[in-house]
Protein backbone atom coordinates (compact mmCIF):
# COMPACT_ATOMS: atom_id res chain seq x y z
CA UNK A 1 0.00 0.00 0.00
CA UNK A 2 1.51 3.18 -1.15
CA UNK A 3 0.99 6.26 1.70
CA UNK A 4 0.71 9.85 0.35
CA UNK A 5 2.76 11.36 -1.79
CA UNK A 6 3.98 15.02 -2.56
CA UNK A 7 5.90 16.81 -5.28
CA UNK A 8 8.53 18.38 -5.53
CA UNK A 9 9.97 18.56 -1.79
CA UNK A 10 11.07 22.09 -1.87
CA UNK A 11 10.15 24.95 -3.91
CA UNK A 12 11.72 28.36 -4.06
CA UNK A 13 9.69 31.29 -6.06
CA UNK A 14 10.04 34.82 -6.11
CA UNK A 15 6.95 37.07 -4.95
CA UNK A 16 4.12 37.63 -7.96
CA UNK A 17 4.78 33.92 -9.21
CA UNK A 18 2.60 30.89 -9.69
CA UNK A 19 3.44 27.87 -8.11
CA UNK A 20 1.55 24.32 -8.36
CA UNK A 21 2.18 21.87 -5.56
CA UNK A 22 0.86 18.05 -6.14
CA UNK A 23 -0.63 15.20 -4.18
CA UNK A 24 -1.11 11.37 -4.68
CA UNK A 25 -3.72 10.24 -2.31
CA UNK A 26 -3.20 7.20 -0.63
CA UNK A 27 -4.82 3.85 -2.17
CA UNK A 28 -8.53 3.73 -1.76
CA UNK A 29 -8.72 7.39 -0.45
CA UNK A 30 -11.15 9.74 -1.60
CA UNK A 31 -10.83 12.57 0.23
CA UNK A 32 -8.12 15.38 0.18
CA UNK A 33 -7.36 17.35 2.21
CA UNK A 34 -4.53 20.47 2.04
CA UNK A 35 -2.97 22.54 4.88
CA UNK A 36 -0.32 25.37 5.26
CA UNK A 37 2.26 24.78 8.15
CA UNK A 38 4.48 27.82 9.19
CA UNK A 39 7.45 27.62 10.48
CA UNK A 40 6.76 27.04 14.58
CA UNK A 41 3.25 26.63 13.99
CA UNK A 42 -0.08 24.21 13.60
CA UNK A 43 -1.44 22.85 10.02
CA UNK A 44 -3.75 25.57 9.14
CA UNK A 45 -6.68 24.03 6.92
CA UNK A 46 -6.88 25.35 3.23
CA UNK A 47 -9.58 23.21 1.80
CA UNK A 48 -10.50 19.78 1.06
CA UNK A 49 -11.75 17.94 -2.05
CA UNK A 50 -14.59 14.95 -2.00
CA UNK A 51 -14.84 13.27 -4.51
CA UNK A 52 -13.46 15.58 -7.09
CA UNK A 53 -16.05 18.47 -5.69
CA UNK A 54 -14.17 21.20 -2.91
CA UNK A 55 -15.72 20.39 0.34
CA UNK A 56 -15.05 23.55 2.88
CA UNK A 57 -12.41 26.20 2.77
CA UNK A 58 -10.69 27.63 5.41
CA UNK A 59 -9.42 31.25 5.51
CA UNK A 60 -7.79 31.73 2.75
CA UNK A 61 -8.07 33.90 -0.40
CA UNK A 62 -9.05 32.84 -3.64
CA UNK A 63 -5.30 32.91 -5.33
CA UNK A 64 -5.37 29.41 -3.42
CA UNK A 65 -6.98 26.93 -5.28
CA UNK A 66 -7.27 23.16 -5.90
CA UNK A 67 -8.32 20.77 -8.38
CA UNK A 68 -8.97 17.04 -7.70
CA UNK A 69 -8.88 14.68 -10.26
CA UNK A 70 -10.52 11.07 -11.16
CA UNK A 71 -7.55 8.97 -9.87
CA UNK A 72 -8.03 11.43 -6.21
CA UNK A 73 -4.91 12.59 -6.88
CA UNK A 74 -4.89 16.46 -6.19
CA UNK A 75 -3.14 19.93 -6.98
CA UNK A 76 -2.82 23.09 -5.35
CA UNK A 77 -2.40 25.94 -7.16
CA UNK A 78 -1.29 29.71 -5.79
CA UNK A 79 -1.45 32.79 -7.81
CA UNK A 80 0.49 35.69 -6.75
CA UNK A 81 2.42 34.85 -4.71
CA UNK A 82 3.46 36.65 -1.33
CA UNK A 83 6.24 36.63 1.28
CA UNK A 84 4.24 35.03 3.65
CA UNK A 85 3.19 32.04 1.96
CA UNK A 86 6.26 30.22 2.54
CA UNK A 87 5.47 27.47 4.23
CA UNK A 88 5.58 23.48 4.46
CA UNK A 89 2.12 22.82 2.65
CA UNK A 90 0.98 19.53 3.73
CA UNK A 91 -1.44 17.47 1.80
CA UNK A 92 -3.90 14.93 3.90
CA UNK A 93 -6.06 11.77 2.21
CA UNK A 94 -8.66 9.99 3.69
CA UNK A 95 -11.88 7.69 2.95
CA UNK A 96 -14.87 9.73 4.06
CA UNK A 97 -18.41 10.28 3.20
CA UNK A 98 -19.38 14.09 2.57
CA UNK A 99 -20.54 15.73 5.94
CA UNK A 100 -18.98 12.92 7.74
CA UNK A 101 -15.98 13.25 9.98
CA UNK A 102 -13.92 11.62 12.54
CA UNK A 103 -11.58 9.54 10.23
CA UNK A 104 -8.14 9.58 10.01
CA UNK A 105 -6.36 11.40 7.82
CA UNK A 106 -3.16 10.39 6.25
CA UNK A 107 -0.90 13.01 5.86
CA UNK A 108 2.08 13.11 3.04
CA UNK A 109 6.08 14.62 3.77
CA UNK A 110 4.82 17.84 2.32
CA UNK A 111 5.95 20.80 0.18
CA UNK A 112 8.52 23.10 1.35
CA UNK A 113 7.58 26.45 -0.72
CA UNK A 114 9.76 29.59 0.17
CA UNK A 115 9.08 32.89 -1.49
CA UNK A 116 11.99 35.43 -1.73
CA UNK B 1 -15.70 28.53 14.53
CA UNK B 2 -13.96 25.42 15.88
CA UNK B 3 -10.99 26.82 18.42
CA UNK B 4 -7.87 24.77 20.05
CA UNK B 5 -5.84 25.16 22.58
CA UNK B 6 -2.47 23.60 23.19
CA UNK B 7 -1.20 24.96 26.45
CA UNK B 8 2.82 25.61 26.24
CA UNK B 9 4.24 25.40 23.34
CA UNK B 10 7.58 23.70 25.23
CA UNK B 11 7.57 20.77 27.74
CA UNK B 12 10.62 19.06 29.20
CA UNK B 13 10.82 15.82 31.24
CA UNK B 14 13.89 14.02 32.37
CA UNK B 15 13.53 10.16 30.90
CA UNK B 16 11.23 7.93 32.52
CA UNK B 17 9.14 10.76 33.28
CA UNK B 18 5.26 11.05 33.07
CA UNK B 19 4.10 13.23 29.71
CA UNK B 20 1.77 15.56 29.79
CA UNK B 21 0.29 17.58 26.71
CA UNK B 22 -2.65 20.02 27.49
CA UNK B 23 -5.48 20.52 24.99
CA UNK B 24 -8.75 22.28 25.20
CA UNK B 25 -10.77 22.76 22.94
CA UNK B 26 -14.07 25.69 22.11
CA UNK B 27 -16.90 23.98 20.14
CA UNK B 28 -20.74 23.90 21.09
CA UNK B 29 -20.63 20.71 19.61
CA UNK B 30 -18.19 18.43 20.94
CA UNK B 31 -16.03 17.36 18.02
CA UNK B 32 -13.84 14.68 16.73
CA UNK B 33 -10.81 14.55 18.36
CA UNK B 34 -7.27 13.91 17.55
CA UNK B 35 -3.17 14.16 18.60
CA UNK B 36 -0.74 13.79 15.82
CA UNK B 37 3.39 13.63 15.98
CA UNK B 38 5.31 15.27 13.87
CA UNK B 39 9.00 14.37 13.72
CA UNK B 40 11.50 17.22 12.33
CA UNK B 41 11.07 17.12 8.30
CA UNK B 42 8.34 14.73 8.18
CA UNK B 43 4.18 14.84 7.57
CA UNK B 44 2.00 13.95 10.27
CA UNK B 45 1.46 10.81 12.38
CA UNK B 46 -2.01 9.88 14.30
CA UNK B 47 -1.01 8.80 17.94
CA UNK B 48 -4.70 8.23 18.87
CA UNK B 49 -8.25 9.35 18.19
CA UNK B 50 -11.58 10.13 19.93
CA UNK B 51 -14.70 9.93 18.02
CA UNK B 52 -17.44 8.22 20.09
CA UNK B 53 -17.58 5.45 23.11
CA UNK B 54 -15.27 5.19 25.95
CA UNK B 55 -13.61 8.57 26.62
CA UNK B 56 -10.00 6.97 27.87
CA UNK B 57 -8.53 5.93 24.19
CA UNK B 58 -5.24 4.41 23.81
CA UNK B 59 -3.00 5.32 21.09
CA UNK B 60 0.43 3.80 19.77
CA UNK B 61 4.38 4.04 21.65
CA UNK B 62 1.76 4.09 25.20
CA UNK B 63 0.24 7.38 24.48
CA UNK B 64 -3.17 7.98 25.76
CA UNK B 65 -5.67 10.43 26.08
CA UNK B 66 -9.30 11.36 27.88
CA UNK B 67 -12.03 13.03 26.33
CA UNK B 68 -13.56 15.32 29.23
CA UNK B 69 -16.75 16.91 27.74
CA UNK B 70 -17.64 19.18 31.03
CA UNK B 71 -13.50 20.90 30.91
CA UNK B 72 -13.72 20.66 26.49
CA UNK B 73 -10.13 18.94 27.13
CA UNK B 74 -8.61 16.22 25.63
CA UNK B 75 -5.14 15.99 27.42
CA UNK B 76 -2.51 13.69 26.22
CA UNK B 77 -0.33 11.56 28.35
CA UNK B 78 2.01 9.03 28.82
CA UNK B 79 3.43 7.20 32.03
CA UNK B 80 7.05 7.21 31.38
CA UNK B 81 8.55 9.50 28.64
CA UNK B 82 11.49 7.89 26.23
CA UNK B 83 14.28 10.09 24.25
CA UNK B 84 12.23 9.12 20.68
CA UNK B 85 9.17 10.53 22.30
CA UNK B 86 11.05 14.28 21.15
CA UNK B 87 9.00 15.72 18.82
CA UNK B 88 6.06 18.09 18.11
CA UNK B 89 2.89 17.28 18.83
CA UNK B 90 -0.16 18.70 17.55
CA UNK B 91 -4.07 18.04 19.00
CA UNK B 92 -6.73 18.49 15.98
CA UNK B 93 -10.63 18.69 16.23
CA UNK B 94 -12.99 18.08 13.40
CA UNK B 95 -16.39 19.59 13.41
CA UNK B 96 -19.02 16.60 13.45
CA UNK B 97 -21.31 16.62 10.29
CA UNK B 98 -18.79 19.31 8.12
CA UNK B 99 -16.96 16.47 6.61
CA UNK B 100 -13.50 15.50 7.60
CA UNK B 101 -11.81 19.40 8.03
CA UNK B 102 -9.48 19.19 10.67
CA UNK B 103 -8.78 22.29 12.77
CA UNK B 104 -5.27 22.11 14.45
CA UNK B 105 -3.31 23.64 17.85
CA UNK B 106 -0.43 25.67 17.63
CA UNK B 107 1.69 22.38 18.59
CA UNK B 108 3.27 21.41 21.92
CA UNK B 109 7.54 20.53 21.43
CA UNK B 110 8.41 18.08 23.83
CA UNK B 111 12.22 17.74 24.93
CA UNK B 112 12.90 14.48 26.85
CA UNK B 113 16.21 14.96 28.70
CA UNK B 114 18.39 12.15 29.75
Known amino acids: ETGVTQSPTHLIKTRGQQVTLRCSSQ?????VSWYQQALGQGPQFIFQYYREEENGRGNFPPRFSGLQFPNYSSELNVNALELDDSALYLC???????????????FGPGTRLTVL | AQSVTQLGSHVSVSEGALVLLRCNYS??????LFWYVQYPNQGLQLLLK??????LVKGINGFEAEFKKSETSFHLTKPSAHMSDAAEYFC????????????FGTGTSLTVIP
Open chain 1, 27 to 31: SGHNT
Open chain 2, 92 to 103: AVSPPNTGNQFY
Open chain 2, 27 to 32: SSVPPY
Open chain 1, 92 to 106: ASSLSKRLAGGREQF
Open chain 2, 50 to 55: YTTGAT
